[in-house]
């Protein structure tokens, strides 16, 4: 049976949901009270996505018009980045194609709200912001106070395991469990007899510690060399070797 494949939309919705505690009507009085005291955005429209950004100025969008499914604050945004180890940064980094229908949803957010769209963020693997890939990027536009309306996505995607092969590289500590889980699996794997005719308690300590760290040294030296980096600290890290 094959598995389905991810959709970050979808996982950012139900992210979303679960931490909003009051529900969706908090959202959507906060989003409508703040974009009435925002100021209208005169800046020239931005007419390449690959421009780099400026300011954060919020976009002057009237709430009214928006899908509250498409609003999203950054601690979803945050904690689905660190799940699945992808980025949040400006579309100056993205190294990917733009679809047309991408283009046109900008084009009709700006006809419809009366306002330029600029300061564009993405959400994508690591790799589209070095090579040309096409797996389920983003399109976000800032709303101010930490919200951003998503305004379109394409691609793949993700593979349906992502989040879990990701695990190990979330955090420092899960880095070291799953080494020391694969030290332990690997000290059942010897054979008993291996070493004395009868394996004792402190030659099995002995097989998991130099299992434990000819892993280790193996994950420490992969890491160094390929420049890697935990998903808490690359989900915004602007630098390519930091995949």
Same mark, same amino acid.
């Given at each position: 049976m094959l598995l389905k494949r991810t959709n970050i939309h979808e996982k950012l919705l139900r992210e979303q949901r679960l931490n909003t505690n009051a529900g969706e009507s908090k959202i959507i009085n906060w989003v409508n009270q703040f974009l009435k005291n925002t100021p209208a955005n005169n800046a020239p429209i931005l007419d390449k996505l690959k421009q780099q950004n400026g300011d954060t100025t919020a976009t002057a969008f009237v709430f009214d018009k928006l899908d509250t499914e498409r609003i999203f604050h950054e601690k979803s945004i945050k904690r689905i980045c660190v799940d699945y180890r992808l980025r949040f940064l400006d579309t100056h980094f993205f190294k990917g194609t733009y679809p047309q229908e991408a283009l046109d949803e900008i084009k009709h957010l700006e006809e419809a709200h009366e306002t330029s769209l600029s300061n564009f963020k993405i959400m994508a693997p690591s790799k589209m912001?070095?090579?040309?890939?096409? +797996? +389920? =990027?983003?399109?976000?536009?800032?709303? !101010?106070? !930490?919200?951003?309306?998503?305004?379109?996505?394409? !691609?793949? +995607?993700?593979? =349906?395991?992502?989040?879990?092969?990701?695990? =190990? #590289?979330?955090?420092?500590?899960?880095?070291? #469990?799953?080494?020391?889980?694969?030290?332990?699996?690997?000290?059942?794997?010897? =054979?008993? !007899?291996?070493?004395a005719p009868e394996q004792s308690l402190s030659q099995d300590a002995m097989v998991f510690f130099f299992m434990f760290k000819s892993i280790a040294a193996v994950v420490i030296y992969y890491g160094f060399a390929l420049g890697k980096n935990f998903n808490t600290a690359i989900w915004k890290c602007q630098y390519d070797k930091a995949q």
């Open positions: 912001f070095v090579l040309s890939k096409t +797996d +389920d =990027p983003l399109l976000f536009a800032p709303m !101010g106070n !930490g919200y951003y309306y998503l305004i379109h996505k394409w !691609g793949n +995607d993700l593979h =349906p395991l992502r989040k879990l092969l990701m695990w =190990p #590289f979330k955090t420092f500590e899960t880095l070291v #469990f799953t080494i020391m889980l694969s030290s332990i699996l690997a000290t059942v794997l010897v =054979p008993d !007899g291996l070493f």
